[in-house]
């Protein structure tokens, strides 16, 4: 079969990126240009701006793409972009840029779902899996526990009830004075922290496979007030320390359960929450345990990228699944609707 060569774009929150992925799974090139520095100043997103900074930048990453990639536009078989869920201004940015891109060079387009895209970003590295098998998406605005029946085909068995995962690292990192984005701050602060300092709940939500992170943030911010009226010194790495092990409890728990339950033998972890080092940690250990196969993308295809949206197009490319140049951004896009 010819060689399937699809460009990805993704720029649903605050990375402008894109990749060129052969065949799905080999990456020719994945340019990610970050606006951390930018929203660091603000402790956190700040959306209009977002979409001006992707506007600014979406055409030197796209070409710095197919430059790294070593192909020119006329190479590509697609154009897959990510059109939801995310931030609207940021998406329209993404899919308008793919839709005139795609339009000038008489390209298939294919809208991707950005949670999907996280699914997928765990078969670039591990070319020997196949679905079905489990995989906790954990990023800055899902925790999404699905069932990976074959390409294309989810099953939610699980969901946070209010925060995700990485919008509590990054609520808690704030108030704890290690700055924005606040997975990776705590991650690294939690090093030198002991985890059993402070007890936090560890919160589920309604059904068995659900999560819940607003009380734990509630009960962070309460021990912190209360420490502050007391005058108690607050050791922020503690702190720190405690809190991502209670996140980590609670995802590793449900995650378990669903092992236990579903009796599946691939477990996988992706999103941007994925490279937090406690987690990949006890989540290896879960599999190991019960003689599962583990599977974790490199950090850098665990939060946002283009590859992991190009290896989506890519399996629907296949299945002839394109869209029409009426694709617009939906910002609460499901991945399993109704
Ligand atoms: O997947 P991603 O890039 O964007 C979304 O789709 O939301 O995930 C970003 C999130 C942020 O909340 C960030 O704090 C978190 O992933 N994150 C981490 C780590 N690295 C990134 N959380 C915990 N530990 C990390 N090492
Ligand atoms: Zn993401």
Redesign the pocket.
Known sequence: MKDVLILGIES??D?TAAAVVKNGREVLSNVISSQIDIHTLYGGVVPEIASRKHIERINQVVSGALKEAGVNSSGLDAVAVTYGP?LIGPLLTGVSFAKAYAYALSLPLIGVN?IEG?ICAVYIENKELEPAFLCLVV????THLVRVRDYGEYELIGRTMDD????A??KIARVIGLGY????K??MAARDGNPEAVSFPRGHGLSEYDFSFSGLKSAVLNYLNTCEMKGEKIVAADVAASFQKAVVDVLVVNAAKALDNFGDKRFAIA???A???L?RSEVEKECLGRGVDFFVPS?VL???NGAMIASAGYYKFIKGEFSSLSLNGVADLELCPG
């Open positions: 649903s929150c990375e995310g950005h996280h990023s800055g605005g899902h995700a995962a990485g919008e690292f990054d984005p606040g997975g990776p705590i991650d999103g941007g929450v490279s937090n080092s987690f950090p665990c939060t946002d």
